[in-house]
């Protein structure tokens, strides 16, 4: 069994670390990018391709590339080892322009084995309006080694799926007008009260003027107007790098699989007692062949036998955690248990169920 990690994280100032800029704290309403998906066809691979009789929708895709390049294909029988059917995505950033060049994703969608040195073809990439905004092409850089032999294989991480690098050209643009708005919606990443109320005086006391409203725990309301800025873009340029400190819940994120505990600074927990030990059950069974003596009648018979026994490690006894004020007391007095790490992860849950531990308890 691979040793767990027992991680508590301290973390200073804010809850995070002072004062953060509004640009990392905020979406400006508007202010977004949009997915982009299409479906295309990979060629160029070293045998590694798609299997046709198990992926008809690859034949069918290079058919009609085929035909569209003026090839006549129609009750030709061909099967190609070296193209892959594919889909493509992307994401379209805000305010990308006709000519501006994206990054693109390419997954396997069919029973090919690596994408490694294969070439995208031409492939429209729609949003969810169906519109297409930008075309991929270009060559995969995959991100896996893929190395088979008669008998065996080897694949080190995902060979069936890579990156092109601005290999996707925009050709057309998002219908949004920045500079129309009158009114703009912060959108909160991480919604709470105070934070809003600080982003709202902070802008306020920016511009000297009543120009943001905290409107609920997740947004502040800007008057662009009120600004008095030249555009709507010099108003969010000039407040995106106003510090503001912003206010965390206290929460404790355990992640039972690595066994990693990480605690916010605003920890708290109450005097409490504690208890623990481990019991161990054991059961082994080692069966025994029991034979007749020789040239005597009788036939083989296999006797079972169980051993079985009970171990239970000494606990920690009732140890007493003292009331902490500050994450490192706390640390200090989980850590006095002496405990492995995933016994401290049933610890803090038992804390929390008794009402000691003052904060949000997150398991992954």
Same mark, same amino acid.
């Given at each position: 069994?691979?040793?767990?990690?027992?991680?508590?994280?301290?973390?200073?100032?804010?809850?995070?670390?002072?004062?953060?800029?509004?640009?990392?704290?905020?979406?400006?309403?508007?202010?977004?990018?949009?997915d982009l998906v299409g479906y295309g066809l990979v060629v160029g691979l070293n045998g590694t391709g798609d299997g046709l009789r198990n992926s008809p929708f690859t034949e069918e895709i290079m058919?009609?590339?085929?035909?569209?390049?003026?090839?006549?294909?129609?009750?030709?029988?061909?099967?190609?080892?070296?193209?892959?059917?594919?889909?493509?995505?992307?994401?379209?950033?805000?305010?990308?322009?006709?000519?501006?060049?994206?990054?693109?994703?390419?997954?396997?969608?069919?029973?090919?084995?690596?994408?490694?040195?294969?070439?995208?073809?031409?492939?429209?990439?729609? @949003?969810?309006?169906?519109?297409?905004? =930008?075309? $991929?092409? &270009?060559? /995969?850089?995959?991100?896996? %080694?893929?190395? !088979?032999?008669?008998?065996?294989?080897?694949?080190?991480?995902?060979?069936?799926?890579?990156?092109?690098?601005?290999?996707?050209?925009?050709?057309?643009?998002?219908?949004?007008?920045?500079?129309?708005?009158?009114?703009?919606?912060?959108?909160?990443?991480?919604?709470?009260?105070?934070?809003?109320?600080?982003?709202?005086?902070?802008?306020?006391?920016?511009?000297?003027?009543?120009?943001?409203?905290?409107?609920?725990?997740?947004?502040?309301?800007?008057?662009?107007? @009120?600004?008095?800025?030249?555009?709507? =873009?010099? $108003?969010? &340029?000039? /407040?995106?790098?106003?510090? %503001?400190?912003? !206010?965390?819940?206290a929460r404790v994120v355990v992640d039972q699989r690595s066994g990693t505990i990480v605690m916010g600074q605003e920890v708290r927990i109450s005097r409490v007692a504690v208890s623990q030990g481990?019991?161990?059950?054991?059961?082994?069974?080692?069966?025994?062949?029991?034979?007749?003596?020789?040239?005597?009648?009788?036939?083989?018979?296999?006797?079972?036998?169980?051993?079985?026994?009970?171990?239970?490690?000494?606990?920690?006894?009732?140890?007493?955690?003292?009331?902490?004020?500050?994450?490192?007391?706390?640390? =200090?007095?989980?850590?006095?248990?002496?405990?492995?790490?995933?016994?401290?992860?049933?610890?803090?849950?038992?804390?929390?169920?008794?009402?000691?531990?003052?904060?949000?308890?997150?398991?992954?």
């Amino acid at each position: 069994m691979r040793a767990l990690i027992l991680l508590l994280i301290l973390l200073p100032g804010m809850a995070w670390a002072g004062a953060i800029r509004l640009k990392d704290l905020v979406d400006f309403d508007g202010v977004r990018g949009n997915d982009l998906v299409g479906y295309g066809l990979v060629v160029g691979l070293n045998g590694t391709g798609d299997g046709l009789r198990n992926s008809p929708f690859t034949e069918e895709i290079m058919s009609n590339i085929l035909e569209r390049l003026g090839v006549n294909v129609t009750g030709e029988d061909f099967r190609p080892k070296n193209v892959a059917a594919v889909l493509v995505t992307a994401s379209l950033p805000p305010f990308a322009r006709v000519g501006g060049q994206i990054d693109v994703t390419v997954s396997a969608i069919g029973d090919s084995n690596s994408l490694l040195g294969g070439t995208l073809v031409m492939t429209p990439l729609n @949003a969810a309006d169906g519109q297409i905004y =930008a075309v $991929a092409q &270009g060559t /995969i850089l995959a991100g896996g %080694v893929l190395a !088979e032999g008669e008998a065996a294989s080897v694949v080190r991480g995902v060979p069936t799926s890579g990156v092109i690098p601005s290999g996707a050209r925009v050709e057309r643009e998002i219908e949004f007008d920045l500079s129309t708005l009158t009114q703009m919606r912060l959108a909160l990443r991480e919604p709470d009260f105070t934070t809003a109320a600080r982003i709202e005086f902070a802008i306020n006391t920016e511009f000297n003027r009543a120009v943001a409203i905290m409107r609920d725990s997740g947004t502040v309301d800007l008057n662009i107007a @009120a600004t008095q800025a030249a555009s709507t =873009a010099h $108003a969010i &340029g000039r /407040i995106e790098n106003i510090l %503001v400190e912003p !206010e965390a819940k206290a929460r404790v994120v355990v992640d039972q699989r690595s066994g990693t505990i990480v605690m916010g600074q605003e920890v708290r927990i109450s005097r409490v007692a504690v208890s623990q030990g481990n019991l161990t059950l054991t059961v082994q069974e080692a069966p025994i062949a029991v034979q007749p003596n020789p040239f005597a009648r009788g036939e083989t018979v296999v006797v079972p036998r169980t051993i079985a026994g009970i171990e239970e490690e000494e606990g920690t006894g009732l140890a007493e955690i003292p009331e902490a004020t500050t994450l490192s007391e706390v640390v =200090a007095g989980l850590n006095a248990l002496g405990v492995s790490p995933q016994d401290m992860i049933d610890i803090l849950k038992t804390i929390k169920a008794a009402g000691a531990l003052h904060a949000e308890f997150v398991v992954r």
